[in-house]
C-alpha cells in the first residue's frame, strides 16, 4: 500500500514538473513582439488597461488602419473623450466581432467604430496574422470561438492552447527578448495606436492607383459571410446600448483599393440598418498632406495623418454622438494626464531618433 | 529480340503521345517565359533575376501590415517582376504582363479575345468578376476581360 502511495506521488510530482517545463519552455519561445512587428502586441495590452478597471466612451475594431489612424491620447486631449483601439494586423472581421463580444464583458462603450475595409474577406487567411489577434486574448469561450472562425486549413486548434506546439522550432532563433520578457512585457502602443512618425510621401496619384487596381481582378460583391458578421456586430452593439458606427479611413492605395463597388454596398447596408457610415477617402475637411501624412507611401497614416483625422472625428464624436468630456473626473484625468504625456514623450523620442 | 526491342519502344512512344493529347489545352505548370529564362511563381528570385540582366526599373514595395520586409520590383519592359521575402531570401509573387510586346508562352497577350483565351487555356476557370482565374497547384494564371478583350494578365503564387 505504501509503495503505490510512493508511486502515485511520484508520478504526480512528475507530471507536474513535466508541466511546469512545458510552460516555462512556452514562455520563452512564444514571440514576444517587443521589436518589429510591434503589432503582434496589441491585442494583449487591453486587459493591462481594463485589469485596472478603466473604462472607455469609445471602442474602435478593425484592421491595421485603426491603429494606424486614430490616436487616443489626442481624442482626451482636444475633447476629453477616452478611447481604446483594439486593432490588430489584417485583423479579420469574424476577429474584430469576438474582440468586440469580448470587450464588452470589461466594459459598456456608448460608441463602437468599426474599419470596413476587412468586409473584403469571407475566409480565413493568413496564419501568421490570426496569431497576432488570437495568441493575444485571454482564454475564453469567446476566444475559442474566433479561433475556430479564423483557422486556415493548416492549422489546428490544440497549438492555440499549447503554444509550443506551434513555436518549438523557433529555439534556433531565440533572442535576449524572448528571455527578458518571457513574463512581463512592456506597453508598445497608446491606448491600442501605434506610433509612426516617418514620412515616405505617396508618389502615385488616387487615379494612378485606381488604375491599377482595377486592372486585377476582384469580387464587386463584399462576401456574404463578412455581413453575417456585421449584422452580428450591430445586434450585439443593440444588446449592449452601443452606437455603431462604420468607417473607412482614407487610406487607400492599389495594394489595399477600396472599389466603389464595395462602398455603395456598404452605404447601402448602413442606410438599410440605420448606422452610420463615414468613408474618408479623398475627404478634404481632414486635411490629409500625402506628401507628409503618411510613413508608407499611403498604406498607411502616421502620426501626423493620424491627428488629422482624429481631431476630425472627434468633433464628429461631440456633434453627432452627444459625447461628453469627461475632464471634470479628477481620477480619469489623472490618468489620461499620463498616457497624454507619454504619447508627447514618445512622439519626440521618435522624431529625435529618425 | 530486335522486333521485341522496337515494339517495345513503339509501345512507349505511342503512350507518351497518348498522354501529350490527353493534356492538350492545359499546361502542366504555369510558367512565363523571357526569350529562354523560365520564370516560375513561388520559386526562388536570384537566378532569374541574374539571368534577366538589368531590369529598366525597380523599387521596393511595403508587403502589408505588420510586415516590415519589403517586395522588390523589377520593371522589364512588357512585363514585371514582384518578389516576396521570406527568411532573407526573394520569392518570385508575381508576374505581370504589362502591354501588348509580351505574350503568356501559350500566345495570351493585352488586347486577346476571351475566346482566344479559352482556347490556349481551357474552360476549367474561375470567373470574379471581370476576371478568368486559372489554377494550378500553388501557381495561378489571372486574366482580366473587359468588353470582350484582354486587358492584364498576372500569374502569382499562393505563399500561404
Known amino acids: ?354 | 529480340m530486335k522486333r521485341l526491342l522496337l515494339l517495345i519502344l513503339a509501345l512507349l512512344v505511342a503512350g507518351i503521345m497518348l498522354v501529350s493529347c490527353d493534356n492538350k489545352g492545359k499546361v502542366e505548370k504555369y510558367v512565363f517565359k523571357s526569350g529562354s529564362v523560365e520564370i516560375v511563381p513561388g520559386e526562388d528570385s536570384s537566378a532569374v533575376i541574374s539571368a534577366l540582366g538589368e531590369a529598366n526599373s525597380y523599387d521596393e514595395e511595403d508587403i502589408g501590415c505588420g510586415n516590415n520586409e519589403m517586395a522588390k520590383v523589377y520593371n522589364y519592359g512588357g512585363f514585371q517582376i514582384k518578389t516576396y521575402p521570406d527568411n532573407s531570401k526573394d520569392f518570385i509573387d508575381t508576374v505581370t504582363i504589362r502591354d501588348d510586346t509580351v505574350s503568356t508562352p501559350e500566345g495570351i497577350t493585352i488586347g486577346s479575345s476571351r475566346d482566344d483565351v479559352i482556347a490556349a487555356y481551357g474552360e476549367d476557370y474561375e470567373e470574379k468578376g471581370d476576371g478568368l482565374i486559372y489554377k494550378n497547384g500553388k501557381t495561378t494564371l489571372n486574366i482580366v476581360v473587359r468588353d470582350g478583350a484582354v486587358t492584364s494578365i498576372y500569374y502569382d503564387y499562393d505563399f500561404e
Not at chain 1, 48 to 69: I, M, N, P, W
Request: aromatic share 14%; charged share 25%.
Open chain 1, 1 to 354: 500500500m505504501r509503495k503505490e502511495i510512493k508511486i502515485t506521488i511520484f508520478a504526480v510530482v512528475s507530471l507536474i514538473i513535466v508541466a511546469v517545463l512545458l510552460h516555462l519552455c512556452s514562455l520563452v519561445l512564444r514571440p514576444k513582439y517587443m521589436s518589429q512587428p510591434l503589432e503582434g502586441a496589441l491585442i494583449a495590452e487591453y486587459y493591462g488597461e481594463v485589469d485596472k478597471g478603466r473604462q472607455h466612451q469609445v471602442l474602435f475594431v478593425g484592421d491595421c488602419e485603426v491603429y494606424e489612424s486614430f490616436v487616443p491620447p489626442l481624442l482626451w486631449e482636444e475633447y476629453g473623450i477616452t478611447s481604446y483601439i483594439r486593432g490588430s494586423a489584417q485583423q479579420l472581421i469574424w476577429q474584430s466581432y469576438y474582440l468586440l463580444e469580448e470587450t464588452f464583458r470589461y466594459e459598456s462603450p456608448k460608441v463602437v467604430v468599426f474599419n470596413v475595409l476587412s468586409m473584403k474577406y469571407g475566409e480565413p487567411q493568413k496564419e501568421e496574422y490570426n496569431r497576432m489577434t488570437l495568441d493575444g486574448m485571454r482564454n475564453s469561450p469567446v476566444k475559442h470561438q474566433a479561433i475556430l472562425a479564423s483557422m486556415t486549413k493548416e492549422e489546428n486548434i490544440a497549438s492555440y492552447y499549447f503554444p509550443i506546439l506551434r513555436y518549438h522550432s523557433r529555439w534556433k532563433d531565440l533572442t535576449a527578448e524572448d528571455f527578458k520578457f518571457m513574463f512581463k512585457r512592456d506597453t508598445v502602443s497608446h491606448n491600442g495606436y501605434l506610433m509612426q512618425t516617418g514620412i515616405r510621401p505617396m508618389e502615385k496619384s488616387f487615379a494612378e492607383q485606381e488604375a491599377e487596381a482595377i486592372n486585377k481582378i476582384y469580387d464587386p460583391d463584399l462576401p456574404a459571410t463578412a455581413f453575417e458578421y456585421l449584422d452580428k456586430m450591430k445586434e450585439l452593439c443593440k444588446q449592449n446600448g452601443a452606437e455603431l458606427i462604420l468607417i473607412k479611413t482614407p487610406t487607400n492605395s492599389s495594394t489595399y483599393w477600396w472599389y466603389d463597388e464595395w462602398d455603395a454596398q456598404i452605404a447601402g447596408y448602413a442606410e438599410q440598418n440605420g448606422l452610420d457610415y463615414y468613408n474618408f477617402i479623398e475627404n478634404e475637411a481632414i486635411g490629409i498632406d500625402w506628401q507628409t501624412d503618411t510613413y508608407d507611401r499611403g498604406l498607411h497614416l502616421n502620426v501626423y495623418g493620424a491627428e488629422k483625422l482624429t481631431k476630425h472625428f472627434g468633433e464628429l464624436l461631440v456633434s453627432e454622438y452627444g459625447l461628453e468630456s469627461q475632464q471634470s473626473d479628477v481620477g480619469v484625468s489623472s490618468v489620461w494626464k499620463t498616457k497624454t504625456e507619454q504619447y508627447y514623450k514618445q512622439k519626440e523620442e521618435m522624431e529625435r531618433g529618425q
